[in-house]
């Protein structure tokens, strides 16, 4: 079935470093997520994009945050500076509209 | 904003016999519940969804029941196989706001035991 690529699996960055983690979505998806598991805890909504803005943020979306989608290439979150407590499983989802939503298997990000 | 609680963290069932898992949620304004599988080293997998429309919705061995009035809704598995052990993570989602966001709860952690 569709799949929803996320590339690297994990990653391990030093404190204060950019991080990029990129999703390659199904291809003919309209809509884009980026949720975030601390270890343990709940997965828990980040942003959503559309139409190549942003939709909807949380307020774990923190200014050091941005997504983008250049030219129907990946969908990227990037994080600049990385802090330790952004270390956790993001996961990367699309959908074509409210059903039917398809996640990847997560990047591990450990930032030491 | 919208909390969904997720009851069981861990369910252990012996093969053959039902599961089921409890969910509640807080905003009366959601109305779509869909229910994720996450087999270890797998990506979540869309099992079934349910919205508000009905209160019941069968797929094979999978029932979610919704009951809008205690804002509570679950997944029952009947003649559980080995195969079905996972994490199964509830979600809720107003599509209303046009946004498709899921609130999801934690996980349970059902182990079939052959």
């Known amino acids: 079935g569709p799949k929803v690529l996320q590339i690297p699996s994990h990653q391990i960055i030093d404190m204060g470093q950019m991080v990029t983690l990129n999703c390659d979505p199904v291809?003919?998806?309209?809509?884009f997520y980026w949720y975030k598991q601390i270890l343990g805890q709940q997965m828990e909504f980040l942003v959503n994009?559309?139409?190549?803005?942003?939709?909807?943020k949380s307020k774990l979306f923190k200014d050091q945050f941005s997504v983008e989608r250049p030219d129907g290439s990946y969908f990227t979150l990037k994080i600049q500076p990385t802090a330790l407590e952004d270390s956790a499983v993001y996961f990367c989802?699309?959908?074509?509209?409210?059903?039917?939503?398809?996640f990847g298997k997560g990047t591990r990000l450990t930032v030491v | 904003g919208e909390k969904v609680e997720q009851h069981e963290s861990t369910l252990s069932v012996r093969e053959g016999d039902s599961a089921v898992i409890n969910c509640t949620y807080t905003?009366?304004?959601?109305?779509?519940f869909p229910w994720y599988k996450q087999e270890a080293g797998k990506s979540l997998h869309f099992v079934i969804d349910?919205?508000?429309?009905?209160d019941r919705k069968q797929s094979q061995r999978l029932t979610v029941l919704l009951d809008k009035k205690a804002k509570r809704f679950s997944l029952h598995i009947t003649a559980t196989q080995p195969e079905d052990s996972a994490i199964y993570f509830c979600?809720?989602?107003?599509?209303?706001?046009?946004?498709?966001?899921?609130?999801f709860g934690a996980g349970t952690r059902l182990k079939v035991i052959a």
């Open positions: 989802a699309s959908s074509l509209a409210r059903r039917g939503v398809f």
């Open positions: 291809s003919n998806h309209l809509y």
């Open positions: 994009f559309y139409n190549g803005k942003v939709m909807e």
């Open positions: 905003d009366t304004a959601s109305s779509y």
């Open positions: 349910i919205r508000s429309n009905v």
């Open positions: 979600a809720a989602s107003n599509p209303n706001t046009g946004n498709y966001k899921y609130v």
